[in-house]
C-alpha cells in the first residue's frame, strides 16, 4: 500500500503506519465512527480538525499515524505527524485535547499494536511527545493496561490544567447564579449607557470570515497590552482559523460569537460546540473599551446561551488563568505521554528527570539557606549597631521587655486620634506590629 508502513501482526491484528494525509482523509467515515464510539467526542478529533490543520501547516510536516486492523476492519487511529524530528498529535498545538480514536472498551493490545508499529526500525523520528491527552482518556487507560515490556518505553507526566463547568443534572439554578454575579451586570449596565448592546451566533461562512480580521486585530491589540505576541501575528495561523471556518458546520460545531454595541462589533468569541459541551477556546474584545469590560458581557452571554439550550458542560478547555477560577466548579488535568526508542533510552530519561527536580528542590533549599544567612547576618549586624550606641544592658532589657510582650499581647497597636479640627495622618489608625 502506497504511503503504508506494514508491522508484524498478534492474534488478529494488524498494524500500519500511514504516511500519506490523502489516505489517511480516505478513512473519513470510519475515522468519524471510532471518534463517536469513544469517551470524548471532542472537534479536536475529526477530519475536519486535521484537513485544517494541513491545509495552513501542511508544508511543515508528513502524516506518520499508525492504524490497527481487526477481523471486523478499522479498529484504531492513532493521528499523528513528525515536525523537526518530534512525534507529535497531527493537531498540535491547536488541540486542547487529544486521544487514541478507537471504541472506549477496546483492548489494550490495540494500543500495544499501535506502539510496535511506532517503535520498528527505521524511524523517521528522534523524539515522541504527545501532548494534551486528558485524564479521562482512552489512550490513558489502554496505557494503564498494556504489557510490563511495553509500559518501560513509556513515561507519563502531568501538563495543562483545565477548568470547566460541569451542568449535568444542573436546572438552571447554578448558572442563574453565576450569569447574575454582580460584576457581570455591571459590566453589562455600564456597556448598555453607551448605547445599544447585542449578542448572536454567525452561522454564515461568509459572514464569518468578513469578521474574522477584526477579531485578530483585537486579539493582537489585547496581547500587546499584556506584554507578549499574539499567535495571530503568524500568518499561518491566522489561515488555520479561516481554514477551520471553511471545513466546520458554522450551526453546529464552530460557534462564532459576536457581541455589539450599536452594531459595531466589540468583543468575539471562537469557540466550538459538541456532543452537549461548549468549548472556550480563542476570546478578543476591543482594547478602547477596556474600562468597560466587555469580555466580561462576553462571558456573560455565552453563560446565558449554555443556560438557554440546556448544555451540560462549558469547558474552559486549557489554560488555568484567574477569571476561569471565578465560574468552574470542577479542574481536570491534561497529561503528556512521552514514547522512547527502547526502555534503556526511557530509564535514562526518568533517571534524568528524577536528577532534575532534586537539581531544582537543592536550589529552592539553597534559596531558602541564602534568605535565612542574609536575614540572621544583617539581624547581627543590627545587634552589634544597638549596643555600640546604647549598650549591652540596655539592649538586653529591651528584648527581654519586648518578648514579654509578644507572650502576654498578641498584637500591638498604636490608636492616634486627632483633636478637633485637625486631621489624622493618612494610615496612622490600626498600625500592626
Same mark, same amino acid.
Given at each position: 500500500m502506497v504511503g503504508t508502513v506494514k508491522s508484524h501482526s498478534r492474534s488478529a491484528l494488524r498494524g500500519e503506519i500511514i504516511t500519506n494525509f490523502g489516505e489517511l482523509?480516505?478513512?473519513?467515515?470510519?475515522?468519524?465512527?471510532?471518534?463517536?464510539?469513544?469517551?470524548?467526542?471532542?472537534?479536536?478529533?475529526?477530519?475536519?480538525?486535521?484537513?485544517?490543520?494541513?491545509?495552513?501547516?501542511?508544508? !511543515?510536516?508528513?502524516?506518520? @499515524? /499508525?492504524?490497527?486492523?481487526? =477481523?471486523?476492519? %478499522?479498529? $484504531?487511529? #492513532?493521528?499523528?505527524?513528525?515536525?523537526?524530528?518530534?512525534?507529535?498529535?497531527?493537531?498540535?498545538?491547536?488541540?486542547?485535547?487529544?486521544?487514541? !480514536?478507537?471504541?472506549?472498551? @477496546? /483492548?489494550?493490545?490495540?494500543? =500495544?499494536?499501535? %506502539?510496535? $508499529?511506532? #517503535?520498528?526500525?527505521?524511524?523517521?523520528?528522534?523524539?515522541?511527545?504527545?501532548?494534551?491527552?486528558?485524564?479521562?482518556?482512552?489512550?490513558?487507560?489502554?496505557?494503564?493496561?498494556?504489557?510490563?515490556?511495553?509500559?518501560?518505553?513509556?513515561?507519563?507526566?502531568?501538563?495543562?490544567?483545565?477548568?470547566?463547568?460541569?451542568?449535568?443534572?444542573?436546572?438552571?439554578?447554578?448558572?442563574?447564579?453565576?450569569?447574575?454575579?454582580k460584576s457581570l451586570v455591571r459590566h453589562e449596565k455600564s456597556l448598555q449607557r453607551l448605547g445599544k448592546v447585542s449578542f448572536r451566533h454567525l452561522e454564515d461562512r461568509e459572514e464569518i470570515k468578513g469578521h474574522l480580521p477584526n477579531l485578530f486585530r483585537f486579539h493582537i491589540a489585547r496581547r500587546a497590552v499584556a506584554g507578549d505576541a499574539s499567535l495571530f501575528l503568524n500568518a499561518d495561523t491566522c489561515a488555520f482559523y479561516r481554514a477551520l471556518v471553511d471545513e466546520l458546520d458554522p450551526k453546529t460545531d464552530l460557534r462564532f460569537s459576536v457581541l455589539e454595541l450599536d452594531r459595531q462589533p466589540v468583543a468575539y468569541h471562537f469557540g466550538f460546540e459538541s456532543n452537549g459541551a461548549f468549548m472556550w477556546y480563542k476570546p478578543a474584545f476591543d482594547v478602547k473599551l477596556w474600562e468597560y469590560s466587555p469580555g466580561e458581557v462576553l462571558i456573560k452571554k455565552l453563560l446565558e446561551y449554555a443556560r438557554d439550550h440546556k448544555l451540560r458542560e462549558f469547558d474552559f478547555t486549557v489554560g488555568n488563568e484567574t477569571f476561569k477560577d471565578r465560574f468552574a466548579n470542577r479542574v481536570r488535568r491534561n497529561r503528556r505521554i512521552h514514547v522512547y526508542g527502547s526502555p534503556a533510552v526511557a530509564l535514562r530519561a526518568r533517571l534524568l528527570a528524577c536528577a532534575g527536580e532534586r537539581a531544582r528542590g537543592a536550589q529552592r533549599a539553597l534559596g531558602i539557606r541564602s534568605g535565612l544567612k542574609a536575614r540572621a547576618s544583617g539581624l547581627g549586624r543590627r545587634v552589634v549597631r544597638a549596643i555600640r550606641r546604647d549598650g549591652l544592658a540596655r539592649v538586653c532589657r529591651r528584648v527581654l521587655a519586648e518578648a514579654f510582650c509578644r507572650l502576654i499581647f498578641r498584637h500591638a497597636e498604636v490608636l492616634v486620634f486627632a483633636a478637633d479640627g485637625a486631621t489624622a495622618a493618612p494610615g496612622a489608625a490600626g498600625i500592626g506590629m
Open positions: 482523509e480516505s478513512l473519513a467515515p470510519e475515522w468519524m465512527r471510532l471518534r463517536n464510539a469513544g469517551r470524548r467526542q471532542d472537534v479536536f478529533a475529526t477530519p475536519a480538525w486535521a484537513r485544517a490543520c494541513r491545509q495552513a501547516y501542511g508544508s !511543515l510536516w508528513r502524516v506518520y @499515524a /499508525p492504524v490497527v486492523y481487526d =477481523e471486523r476492519g %478499522l479498529a $484504531a487511529i #492513532l493521528p499523528l505527524k513528525v515536525e523537526g524530528g518530534i512525534l507529535q498529535f497531527l493537531g498540535a498545538p491547536h488541540s486542547d485535547y487529544n486521544d487514541v !480514536l478507537c471504541e472506549r472498551a @477496546a /483492548p489494550a493490545t490495540i494500543l =500495544e499494536s499501535c %506502539l510496535r $508499529a511506532l #517503535l520498528r526500525q527505521p524511524r523517521p523520528w528522534r523524539e515522541c511527545i504527545l501532548e494534551n491527552v486528558p485524564e479521562d482518556s482512552v489512550l490513558l487507560d489502554m496505557l494503564s493496561r498494556v504489557s510490563t515490556a511495553m509500559k518501560q518505553s513509556i513515561r507519563v507526566t502531568t501538563g495543562a490544567l483545565c477548568p470547566g463547568l460541569d451542568l449535568t443534572g444542573d436546572t438552571g439554578e447554578y448558572l442563574d447564579g453565576l450569569i447574575k454575579k
